[in-house]
Structures are given as structure tokens and as C-alpha cells.
């Protein structure tokens, strides 16, 4: 295999990286936070599902960005992922909550302007149609699974002691789900733009199991993601565990719940199929926040218990980022795409 | 896996039965002293008095054994990390209503005190209510990590019996200053229906906290 390819492919999993380092948090960050689960549990469990929902459900959600824009060369993948992680790495400057799928849309628009291909505007409205229904879909669910637990511990008069045990292993199976739910929805913003230039082969393993040429793409990231969360997600978990959302391991359960399913809800295809077999209407296979998700998730219980003000200035902070993350990945993919084309003598694009 | 989920189940029921025999101290010691105070008003420092007084002993001793057992697991274990240092206060402070059955029962049996005849119903209807108290308080904290719904229900008797005991306190020791019995004889029982008294005021404080422990549980 070439080296070059692993040169190039060094932005996405550094973005895989850093996903993983931030986005672990939000599944098992109170758990490990409130030591409820230990961090190694957390993260063996959160790096074998992330990668089994990075390869075996990852496709959906990529295959929206492919639509969106479909950069077909290694450098214009290299420069869109780079400039996705010099954004988030600038939001988080600025204490914006930070959602990796929008960076990576900026950053595909940015290539699309720079190689003159359209954008499609329908999927654009969709995209952007779901980040903004994402959290309000997460704070909906919460508050449904929240009145339902809540209604199943009065009645089901739980020891305390019983309902700790339960809650731990709630805890486990929830990350466990969340960690495959993250893997199958946000694999796409790491490594969805490589796809189209993707030189990797399919491997086969024994006459039954193989992985084709994206989803051994798809491992390659599960891994970088992986790796994030074993080497830097402790700090940001006990941060999340003890100071910014300080959370009943219960109500932690409920939020890592509802962020799973809305990260699943847009990113299985399985799911869609049904659906649309049914004539049911069926939600696009987008990437979406887990932190928005979480966002969302908490201030829907909050309302639901009343007595709780909508933060509307941490509201007002993601509908800017909403608008400015994807403007600022775009000027800066554009930019770059101009040096590394104009300076590096690269081919961008086709 | 399943030999796992067995052992953390196990342990947890072990828990929960240790919890639980814990309250039925409270209610242990809360009757054995209602009787220990009957018996000592119709025969004073008697063997049955002694047998009684040993049983609260006994009582107070497995209590504290079993409140050791129950912190100890809570940290070894690191259950209910959230709710931890609530549950441990609850325990220690019921732990505190058993002892204090214990030491005025220990009390009576050191001091002997002379309670003239007309008192002794006062004195009886006073410890029915510390028991009544006292029992109150534990299904209120039993609630607590059962059925948090009937947590109120408990605490406001015990809110209840706590100003009926004050009233009756405050009657009794009025009626003793009263009297024409030695002055040294009326500060001994105004010490005695003091000391009672302050098992519904300590109940009172537990119910207190118990509250605010509620509203955090509750999620």
C-alpha cells in the first residue's frame, strides 16, 4: 500500500482522534465521571463498539456527504478533513459546543466552490434540516424515557441499593449502544471524505467474512476514534462527570439513551428501509452531533421538570455555530485548497 | 459473565437484607425501651428491668455492627457513588436514636431515679410517643430506599408526634416543678423527661435531612 495514501489520510485520523477524545465524554462521561464504570471498562467497551458501528453501519451517513460533495482526490480529502480539525479546534478556542459533522460539511462546500462542482442545495436544506432537529429530537426522547423511568421506579418500589446495580449495568449496555451509535453516524465526517479516493483493498478473512475497500477505510478511522478515547477522553470525562453537567447517574443513563437513539435514527439503514417499506416516512442518514444531541437531551429533562429556564444563551451558542462553523471550514478549505494546489503543486480535484 | 452478574447480585441483596435488619434495630430498640421504662416505673431496678436493659445493650451493639458493615460495603464496593454521603449520614443518625434509647435506658438503671405514682402514666404516655417517634422515623427512612412516595406520609407524623412529645414534656416537668417533692429529686426528672424528649428532637432532625435527601433522589 502506498505510504502517501496514509500521508494524506493523517488529517482524518487526526479528526477521528480528536472525535474520540471529545465525543467519548458524552457517552460515558458521567458514568466514569461519578465512577459508576470504571474508565478502562469504558473504554474497551466504547472502542470495540464504536468500530463494529463504524464498519458495519457507517455507510448511511457517508454516503449523504458523498452526495453532498464527493471530493475525489487525496489531497482535497486530506485539505477538507484538515480544515475541518483546525475548525473545531477553533470553536473549542471559543467555548462553542463543537460538532465535527458540521465542520466537515464547511469543508466539503469549501472544496465544492473551490473545484466549481454544485452543491446540492436539497441536501444541503436536508443536512442542515437535521442538525437543527437533532437536539430538539433528543430533548423529546429524553423527556419520553425520562416520565417513563421515573413512572417504572415509583411503582416498581426498587431498592436504592438495586436500583444502583441496575443503573450500572443500564450504564454499560447504554455506552455500549451509544458507542455503536457514534461510530455508525460519525465515522462519516472522519473518513467519509476519503471514500471516493479510497485505494484500499477489501480483505478477506476465511470464505464467509470480509470487509470491502470503505469499510476497511471505516476500520482504519474506528481505530483512530478508538484511540482518542483511550488517550485523552479521561480528562474531558471527569470534567463532564464532575464540574459542567453535573448529573445523577440515572438521569446520565436517560441522556446517554436518548443521544444513542437519535445518533442511530440517523444513521441506520436498516432502520430507513423499514420505514420506507412500510410507507413510513423515514429521517435522512445524516451526521449529527453528539454533544448537540446531549445538549439537547439534558434540557429536555430539565423543562420536563420543571422549575428549569431554557439556557437559551448555550441555545443561541449552537445556532451560531449552526451558521458559522460550516462558513469558517469552508473559507479555510477554500484558502487551503488554493495554497496546496497553487504551492504544493497538488491535484485537488478532478 | 453470569457467574459476574450472580456475585454482584448477591451482593447487592446482602446489602439491601443488612439495610433493612438495620431499621428493624431501630424498631427493635424503640419497644424494648417503651417496655424497659414500664417495668422499671411498677418495679424499679428488678431483674426483668436488667434483662431489658441488656436486651437494648445487645440491640445497640448489633447496630453498630451492622452500621460499620453497611459503610464499610458502601465504600468497598462503591455503591450509590452520588447518594453515598446522604445514605451515610441517614444510618449514622439513626444509629444515634438507638443510642440514645440505650443511655436512657442506662440511665434508669445507674440512677434509679424516685418517680412519685401520680407521674408514672405521664411518663408512660411520653415514651409511647418517643417509640411512636422513633418508629415513624424508620419507615420514613425505610421509604427511603424503597417507595419514596410514602417518605412524606411518615415524616409528617413524625413532625406530628415530636410537637405532641414537646407538649407533653413541657406539661410533665411543669406539674414536677410544681410539687412539693425535694428540689434535687425535681431536677433529676426533669433530666430524665429531658433526656426522653430528645429522642423525638433528634428524630425530628433526622426527618429533616431525610427530606432534603428525597428531593435529590427522587430524579
Known amino acids: 500500500m502506498d505510504l502517501t495514501f496514509f500521508l494524506f489520510l493523517s488529517s482524518g485520523l487526526f479528526l477521528g482522534w480528536s472525535l474520540g477524545a471529545n465525543d467519548a465524554s458524552n457517552i460515558f462521561g458521567t458514568a466514569v465521571g461519578t465512577k459508576m464504570v470504571k474508565f478502562r471498562t469504558a473504554t474497551i467497551i466504547s472502542s470495540l463498539f464504536i468500530i463494529l458501528g463504524a464498519v458495519y453501519a457507517g455507510s448511511g451517513a457517508s454516503q449523504t456527504l458523498g452526495h453532498l460533495g464527493s471530493i475525489n482526490t487525496l489531497p482535497g480529502a486530506f485539505m477538507a478533513a484538515l480544515a475541518a480539525a483546525i475548525t473545531i479546534f477553533w470553536m473549542v478556542e471559543l467555548s462553542m459546543p463543537i460538532s465535527t459533522s458540521q465542520a466537515i460539511v464547511g469543508a466539503i462546500i469549501g472544496w465544492n466552490l473551490f473545484s466549481s462542482k454544485p452543491t446540492d442545495i436539497t441536501i444541503l436544506s436536508q443536512i442542515v434540516g437535521t442538525w437543527i432537529f437533532c437536539p430538539i429530537l433528543s430533548g423529546i426522547i429524553a423527556v419520553f424515557i425520562y416520565w417513563s423511568i421515573k413512572s417504572i421506579i415509583r411503582k416498581s418500589h426498587l431498592h436504592l441499593i438495586r436500583q444502583d446495580c441496575y443503573t450500572r449495568i443500564g450504564l454499560i449496555i447504554a455506552g455500549a449502544f451509544g458507542a455503536y451509535a457514534l461510530g455508525a453516524n460519525n465515522i462519516a465526517n472522519v473518513m467519509g471524505v476519503f471514500v471516493e479516493a479510497n485505494p484500499l483493498k477489501e480483505i478477506h478473512f476465511g470464505s464467509f467474512f470480509y470487509l470491502n475497500s470503505t469499510q476497511v477505510l471505516f476500520f482504519i478511522g474506528g481505530v483512530a476514534i478508538s484511540i482518542g478515547v483511550g488517550t485523552y477522553s479521561k480528562k474531558v470525562m471527569d470534567t463532564i462527570g464532575n464540574g459542567i453537567m453535573k448529573m445523577s447517574p440515572l438521569m446520565a443513563w436517560v441522556v446517554v439513551v436518548s443521544q444513542s437513539i437519535v445518533l442511530f435514527l440517523f444513521a441506520s439503514q436498516g432502520l430507513q428501509h423499514f420505514l420506507l417499506s412500510h410507507d413510513l416516512p423515514a429521517l435522512p442518514l445524516v451526521p449529527v452531533s453528539s454533544s448537540q444531541a446531549v445538549i439537547g437531551a439534558v434540557m429536555g429533562i430539565g423543562i420536563a421538570k420543571g422549575g428549569h429556564d431554557l439556557n437559551w444563551g448555550l441555545i443561541a451558542k449552537i445556532a451560531i455555530g449552526w451558521i458559522t462553523t460550516p462558513i469558517i471550514a469552508a473559507l479555510i478549505c477554500y484558502v487551503s485548497l488554493f495554497f496546496l494546489q497553487n504551492v504544493f503543486g497538488q491535484v485537488v480535484y478532478i | ?219
Open chain 2, 1 to 219: 459473565m453470569f457467574h459476574l452478574n450472580i456475585s454482584i447480585f448477591s451482593k447487592t441483596k446482602s446489602l439491601e437484607n443488612k439495610i433493612d435488619l438495620f431499621h428493624d434495630k431501630l424498631l427493635d430498640a424503640a419497644m424494648s425501651f417503651k417496655k424497659a421504662v414500664k417495668v422499671f416505673l411498677n418495679e424499679g431496678r428488678s431483674d426483668d428491668y436488667r434483662k431489658i436493659s441488656k436486651q437494648i445493650k445487645q440491640i445497640e451493639h448489633d447496630a453498630d455492627n451492622l452500621r460499620r458493615d453497611i459503610e464499610n460495603k458502601l465504600y468497598s464496593q462503591n455503591l450509590i457513588p452520588d447518594l453515598r454521603a446522604d445514605v451515610l449520614q441517614l444510618v449514622e443518625n439513626l444509629d444515634r436514636v438507638i443510642n440514645k434509647f440505650d443511655e436512657v435506658a442506662y440511665m434508669f438503671f445507674i440512677e434509679q431515679p424516685e418517680i412519685p405514682q401520680e407521674y408514672h402514666n405521664r411518663i408512660n404516655e411520653l415514651c409511647d410517643q418517643v417509640a411512636e417517634c422513633a418508629e415513624n422515623m424508620a419507615k420514613a427512612s425505610r421509604a427511603f430506599f424503597r417507595d419514596l412516595s410514602s417518605v412524606r406520609d411518615y415524616s409528617q407524623k413524625v413532625y406530628f408526634i415530636e410537637h405532641e412529645t414537646d407538649l407533653s414534656s413541657g406539661n410533665l416537668r411543669k406539674s414536677i416543678f410544681e410539687s412539693d417533692i425535694p428540689l434535687a429529686n425535681k431536677m433529676q426528672l426533669s433530666s430524665f423527661i429531658n433526656q426522653i424528649a430528645d429522642i423525638a428532637d433528634i428524630a425530628e432532625d433526622f426527618i429533616d435531612e431525610l427530606l432534603i435527601f428525597t428531593i435529590k433522589r427522587d430524579i
